[in-house]
């Protein structure tokens, strides 16, 4: 047969490509082998060990032990299963039916004891609870002293029982008296002003607020009608004020008004800054003592008229005193001697107390208290000496001011007062400032009361409060 050159390349080139497939064919069956070898091996390791753990369990007693081992074979067993994995190539070109059976996992449900369970730690005993240390109550905080208290706080003890007297002025030595003594006020009557002019009683009065430490309240009976000392004098005013009843009965409410504004002005022109006013008595009978210096009218009545006088005194920054409380009524004088009030509460509730409660809510700064046993109030004291009074003023008419009684020298309190000064049986019974026409004697009387412990420095300290406050609202004291 003849080839040409052509025809010999052609089958040169294919004999060739025979050599090279027969080659590959060769390596590559022969890798196959060596890994299914491999994997045979592997799996009867794995067998080996299975067996050598099951052998294990049967003879170790301890349940504890036994779930330690169960957990490591499961792990070798997890092993052998990633081995497998990473060679599904392999298998899938190798035979099948040659991997042993041991290559799967152990059957848990065939094997109770081989159980997959969590391994249990031992319990431990409850720890104690930490005791907390015993975090002491949260203490509150104190409550800042006003400025007030603060103020009054800054006294003296003996500054402050001065403070609860408004003392009569005395005739001569009134300076060096302030200075000693330090009264909480000075009262002017008529011999005050005699033989004065305006500018001498001006003078006079400023040099008594020089001489004390705290200003002092200033104050007159001014009443009109029979109870005049300053107009008294045509120094001061051409003719003496008229009573408030009859201003009331020429000129009726807007006479009230025009009235007290004119007294106002007058007494603080003088340096005068408490009018002993208005009458709150209760007086329709022209022949009761009191019935002169009353309006003259029914309780209610009486009770617009009060709320109007201490309205405009409020406004004209005059002190205002409502008295005589609980209401003098028909009783008689007692400057010259004892009165027994028999009359009932309910009375006293429907008609004498009406204008004093009226009062109150107009603003006025003070009360004064009478001398009168008021037997449905309280059968063994007078008025002023009585704790059972000064209770219905705080608590039924809801008095917060300055409560004072009438002046402790009249004869009429003498004989009830235990023995006592009768300033002392005053500020015991709760009164905060004391009229008095014997103001050293007193005064030592209650200071000694406060050292020896009779009445409590807390006592003295309460109604001091009140004073000044009400010198605030004068406008004496700024703070």
């Not at 800054?273 to 309780?299: A, E, F, H, M, W």
């Not at 028999?342 to 509730?349: A, E, G, V, Y």
């Not at 007193?442 to 009140?466: D, E, F, P």
């Amino acid at each position: 047969m003849n080839f040409s050159l052509k025809h010999k390349k052609v089958i040169s080139l294919f004999f060739s490509a025979i050599f090279v497939f027969t080659l590959f064919g060769g390596c590559t069956k022969s890798a196959v082998n060596s890994n299914d070898n491999n994997i045979s091996s592997q799996a009867e390791e794995t067998s080996g060990t299975v067996q050598n753990t099951d052998e294990k369990k049967e003879n170790e007693s301890s349940t504890a032990e036994s779930e330690t081992s169960v957990t490591v074979v499961d792990s070798e067993t997890a092993d052998t299963s990633e081995n497998l994995s990473k060679h599904d190539k392999t298998d899938a070109v190798a035979d099948n039916t040659t991997k042993p059976e041991t290559t799967k996992k152990p059957d848990n449900t065939t094997k109770p004891n081989a159980t997959h369970t969590e391994t249990k730690a031992p319990s431990k005993p409850a720890e104690k609870t930490a005791q907390k240390p015993t975090e002491k109550p949260t203490e509150k905080p104190k409550p800042q002293k006003s400025k007030l208290e603060k103020y009054v706080d800054s006294m003296t003890l003996e500054e402050m029982v001065g403070q609860m007297f408004f003392a009569r002025c005395p005739s001569s030595g009134a300076a060096a008296q302030i200075s000693s003594y330090h009264p909480g006020g000075y009262i002017l009557f008529a011999r005050d002003f005699q033989n004065q002019t305006p500018a001498s009683v001006k003078n006079t009065i400023s040099g008594y607020q020089s001489a004390s430490r705290t200003p002092m309240l200033i104050g007159v009976d001014e009443e009109g009608g029979t109870v005049v000392r300053v107009s008294k004098y045509p120094a001061f005013r051409s003719v003496p004020f008229w009573s408030p009843a009859d201003i009331y009965n020429k000129y009726g409410m807007s006479g009230l008004v025009s009235d007290t504004a004119e007294k106002d002005t007058l007494l603080k022109s003088l340096g005068i800054n408490v009018n002993l006013g208005p009458v709150c008595d209760v007086s329709q009978n022209p022949s009761d003592y009191i019935y002169k210096r009353t309006l003259g009218k029914s309780g209610k009545e009486t009770a617009k008229c009060i709320s109007t006088i201490v309205s405009q005194m409020k406004k004209d920054r005059m002190g205002a005193v409502l008295k005589h409380f609980p209401g003098y009524g028909s009783n008689v004088d007692t400057h010259a001697g004892i009165a027994v009030d028999k009359r009932s509460i309910d009375t006293f509730r429907k008609n004498d107390f009406l204008p004093f409660t009226a009062g109150i809510k107009a603003g006025a700064g003070g009360i004064m208290i009478n001398h009168n046993i008021v037997n449905c109030l309280d059968s063994k004291r007078p008025a002023s000496l009585s704790p059972a009074v000064v209770k219905v003023l705080r608590n039924e008419l809801g008095f917060k001011g300055v409560i004072m009684t009438d002046d402790l020298s009249m004869s009429a309190i003498t004989k009830y007062t235990d023995g006592k000064n009768a300033a002392v049986s005053a500020v015991i019974a709760g009164s905060d400032m004391l009229i008095s026409s014997d103001f050293v004697n007193q005064y030592n009387a209650v200071l000694s009361a406060v050292k020896s412990g009779t009445i409590s420095k807390s006592r003295i300290k309460q109604s001091c409060l009140r004073i000044v406050q009400w010198k605030v609202n004068l406008g004496l004291i700024s703070l």
